[in-house]
């Protein structure tokens, strides 16, 4: 499909001004201008970002919540308001709708550790897909040991897709669970997870959608979506390190049972027994990350700045202009070839392992990532044990995929099969 690079000019989407409010963008890596490509394992973070941090560290560091003093006030005030903003950003209902966490995997294993303990049992099934990443595997094969409940897998396609009718028949009366990621990281597949939590609460099962690789690349809208659980991190939307978050139905977080026990989670506590705070605070025992509930504050004003719809055909076009020119590269196989893609493009290049790759292409400035990327499945499903992949964000450009074609042109070419 050919793109026409005057869309590729869209006047209120300027990637060329955007890089400029991104510093770590600016400096070279081994004598060539860094090409950072590697957006689904972690985004860069824009200055407003590291302003918001440097600015709770320099003048209002404390702890929120039980402080009258004005410092922990305000603390609390602007961890609270965070609160307020994602869930606005979401689509969520109210703020009590959010746990913050360290990231989309402690969001993940709060699900199977307070509702899965107290949902799931023996002989009971959690529907997953092939596509998976380690983060929404691992912490359902936990509980699955724990409880004598059963794993189930709605496999892909050869292009990377779960079709609509493997899921629906993957379903049962026993499926309690069905855990879903709505970008796979590996392959970039963005799955029709409208229809899939149709039909997953239409054979009674909850849904609990891996966000990661979404929130920051789409617009999203939870209620719209009315799936009842969405796991998200904020390390991967230009916020900082640490910081993620759980949207659960109101409904739901009210009758959860608390998943670690500690201060701030409690409404009374004596050596008989301790008496639990409503949602969300009963499941964020001890000192949260306030600075990092803060940067991702900074970082969804920014986004909503730019406009997640505007973000998206950005990265769109982006995506697309990449993939017409990563085929031309003679020996170059794409890995996955999903209907609808997003961020993310999975690749082998005949003659090189992907790891000698990516040490070539950081030599050439340019920034990918190599391996199997927490989905292991997906590379047993494509017969490789690992990919290369590169990754897109709201700073790269047209002249980024240059660079990322000649590197590895420059590298078949001195070292290829
Ligand atoms: N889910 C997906 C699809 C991911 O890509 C990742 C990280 O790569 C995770 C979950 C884990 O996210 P976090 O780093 O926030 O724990």
């Avoid at 990231?103 to 509702?115: D, F, Q």
Wanted: net charge neutral; aromatic share 6%; proline share 5%.
């Amino acid at each position: 499909m050919a793109v026409n690079p005057d869309r590729l000019k869209l006047p209120q989407f300027d990637a060329r001004r955007i890089r400029r409010d991104f510093p770590a963008l600016a400096q070279k890596i081994h004598g060539h201008q860094l090409v950072y490509l590697d957006n689904a394992a972690t985004t860069q973070k824009p200055n407003p970002v590291i302003d918001a941090l440097t600015d709770y560290y320099r003048s209002y560091n404390a702890n929120v919540h039980r402080g009258v003093h004005t410092l922990s006030e305000l603390a609390t005030e602007r961890y609270e308001a965070a609160r307020h903003n994602l869930a606005q950003f979401i689509g969520a209902s109210q703020p009590e709708e959010i746990i913050f966490l360290r990231g989309a995997t402690e969001a993940i294993n709060l699900v199977a550790a307070s509702w899965g303990l107290a949902n799931i049992g023996a002989g009971d099934e959690i529907l997953l897909t092939e596509l998976e990443h380690h983060s929404n595997i691992v912490p359902w094969q936990l509980l699955a040991e724990r409880v004598g409940a059963r794993v189930v897998v709605a496999p892909i396609d050869q292009q990377g897709n779960v079709a609509p009718e493997t899921f629906s028949r993957a379903l049962s009366e026993r499926t309690r669970l069905v855990g879903i990621a709505q970008v796979s990281n590996a392959l970039g597949t963005v799955n029709p997870i409208t229809e899939m939590i149709r039909s997953a609460h239409a054979a009674g099962a909850r849904v609990l959608i891996d966000g990661a690789q979404a929130v920051g690349h789409m617009p999203v809208d939870v209620r719209e979506l009315d799936c009842d659980f969405y796991a998200l991190s904020g390390h991967k939307m230009y916020a900082p390190m640490g910081i993620g978050a759980l949207y659960a139905k109101k409904d739901l977080l009210e009758r959860m049972p608390p998943w670690q026990g500690g201060g701030d989670m409690i409404r009374a506590v004596n050596f008989t027994r301790s008496l639990y705070a409503d949602p969300p605070q009963r499941f964020e025992a001890g000192t949260p990350n306030v600075a990092g509930a803060i940067g991702l504050a900074a970082a969804i004003a920014y986004l909503k700045t730019l406009g997640m719809e505007a973000v998206a055909t950005h990265e769109k076009i982006l995506l697309d202009y990449a993939l017409e020119r990563l085929v031309m590269v003679p020996g170059l196989r794409l890995i996955g070839t999903p209907r609808k893609r997003a961020g993310v493009i999975s690749f082998w290049v005949e003659g090189l392992h992907p790891h000698d790759l990516g040490t070539l292409l950081d030599h050439a400035g340019v920034a990918i990532r190599t391996g199997h990327h927490c989905a292991m499945p997906v590379m047993d499903h494509f017969q490789v044990p690992a990919t290369a992949r590169a990754s897109f964000g709201v700073y790269n450009t047209q002249e980024d995929v240059h660079a990322l074609i000649a590197a590895l042109n420059q590298a078949r070419e001195v070292f290829g099969g």
